[in-house]
C-alpha cells in the first residue's frame, strides 16, 4: 500500500515563502506522476502542479512563476517550493501520486495566508 506524508504547512504572511515535502514509502519511479493538488473551504480540490516520470512540470496558471515542484530521488520524495503567497493561496495541499491507474493520497497540511 503507498503511503504518502505531507509536512511543511503552517502560517505564511502574504508575499512569503514556504516549501511543502511529501515523502513516499516507496521509490518514486514507480509512479507515473506525482501531484500537489490543493482544496479551500467550500471548494473542490484543484491541481496545483505536477512532476512526471520523465521529470515534465505542470502548472496550474494561478500559480505559474510563484510554486515550483520538484523531487529528490534518493528521498523519495517531491517538495512544493512556494513564494509570492496571496490570499487565494490559503488551503489544504495534497500530495498525489498515480500508479496503475490508481490515485494515492496523503493526509494533508494546512496553508494558511496572513494580511
Known amino acids: 500500500q503507498v503511503q504518502l506524508v505531507e509536512s511543511g504547512g503552517g502560517l505564511v504572511q502574504a508575499g512569503g515563502v514556504l516549501t511543502l515535502s511529501c515523502a513516499a514509502s516507496?521509490?518514486?519511479?514507480?509512479?507515473?506522476?506525482m501531484s500537489w493538488y490543493r482544496q479551500a473551504p467550500g471548494r473542490q480540490r484543484d491541481l496545483v502542479a505536477s512532476i512526471n516520470i520523465g521529470g515534465i512540470t505542470n502548472y496550474a496558471p494561478s500559480v505559474q512563476g510563484r510554486f515550483t515542484v520538484s523531487r529528490d530521488n534518493s528521498a523519495n520524495a517531491i517538495y512544493l517550493h512556494m513564494r509570492n503567497f496571496i490570499s487565494e493561496d490559503t488551503a489544504v495541499y495534497y500530495c498525489n501520486a498515480n500508479k496503475l491507474r490508481r490515485d494515492y493520497w496523503g493526509q494533508g497540511t494546512q496553508v494558511t495566508v496572513s494580511s
Open positions: 516507496e521509490n518514486i519511479f514507480n509512479f507515473n506522476a
